[in-house]
């Protein structure tokens, strides 16, 4: 059994490549999952994996400590969980620090009757390309999609659509925002690489709305319906081509867009240094280098 540890600070896509270790895992060595996640409504995140198409085959469920309304009582099951119960000798940790989250390690060889705590990071492509296939089925919405949802999709395939994902909020706090320089120069590369291109702009900063609303063949991602932050994520994966940010959230739109000969415009080195600073050149490579057509 491998126990999936969602943290209550871990954000949609970095859940996303903890799933995708996991999943890899359980395949090469014949085990199932268990996801346990201590968001809750006191968290500043959402738990997305329980709104998607997990193989219920090696999934076998999600357990959420969100069974109560009392923040104390939250805080002291997470408390005991977490802190205590799955750190006892019955459990074997497979554990992936944040400085260590873009290198590769060794590949543990899980045995049949231990159990596995898998808490950390994991954003190496290489983990899981094999089942990638796999992993583009799973990270599907298990909920209805809205009309609004599905007529963007129809207008994005039936066009050069170009997703561009435009990160400011909390990276203005945490020093990691890519210069504008970088959208400005993709942009351009796709004009000149592509006929009629339609770009479509996901973004949660209103100044980069203003710039691109009127505009023609811009389009701003931003609905109303009742999963907005995932479908928004989900449409993305729809386009053929991708502006990405060094965002785990637009990483994951890109690597798993099905466009048979799909670009991915990424950030160059040395922008990702400058907003990634604990990072070097070989985790850029790790990180980015994968999913289709790269250009930096």
């Known amino acids: 059994m491998i126990i999936l540890k969602i943290k209550n600070n871990v954000g949609p896509g970095n859940q996303m490549f903890m799933f995708a270790r996991a999943y890899s895992l359980a395949k090469r060595y014949n085990h199932k999952i268990l996801i346990l996640s201590e968001i809750s409504a006191f968290s500043v995140r959402q738990n997305i994996l329980q709104y998607f198409m997990l193989d219920k085959d090696i999934v076998k469920g ?6 109560t309304n009392n923040q104390y009582i939250y805080r002291l099951f997470r408390k005991f969980i977490f802190d205590g119960l799955l750190r006892l000798p019955i459990f074997t940790q497979i554990i992936n620090y944040a400085s260590r989250s873009r290198i590769i390690e060794d590949e543990p060889i899980l045995e049949n009757k231990k159990i596995y705590v898998i808490d950390g990071y994991f954003e190496c492509h ?5 089942y990638r296939e796999d992993l583009i089925r799973q990270f599907y919405p298990n909920y209805e999609l809205d009309t609004e949802v599905l007529e963007m999709i129809n207008k994005m395939d039936s066009s050069n659509s170009i997703a561009v994902h ?3 909020g909390d990276f203005k706090q945490f020093g990691r925002l890519i210069d504008d320089s970088y959208y400005e120069e993709s942009i351009n590369l796709i004009k000149n690489k592509f006929y009629n291109p339609s770009f479509y702009i996901l973004t949660e900063d209103d100044n980069v709305k203003n710039q691109y609303e009127n505009l023609e063949n811009f389009t701003l991602i931003n609905f109303n319906s009742k999963h907005k932050y995932i479908d928004e994520w989900f449409v993305m994966t729809k386009c053929k081509h991708h502006i990405i940010a060094n965002s785990t959230y637009s990483w994951w739109s890109s690597y798993l867009g099905s466009f048979e000969n799909k670009v991915i415009i ?3 080195l040395e922008w990702y240094l400058k907003a990634e600073s604990d990072n070097d050149e070989i985790m850029y490579k790790n990180y980015y280098m994968g999913g289709g057509n790269i250009y930096e």
Do not use: H, M, N, T
């Open 62 to 67: 999600i357990v959420r400590l969100d069974f």
């Open 166 to 168: 435009i990160r400011k």
């Open 126 to 130: 290489q983990y899981f390309d094999e």
């Open 266 to 268: 990424i950030p160059k």
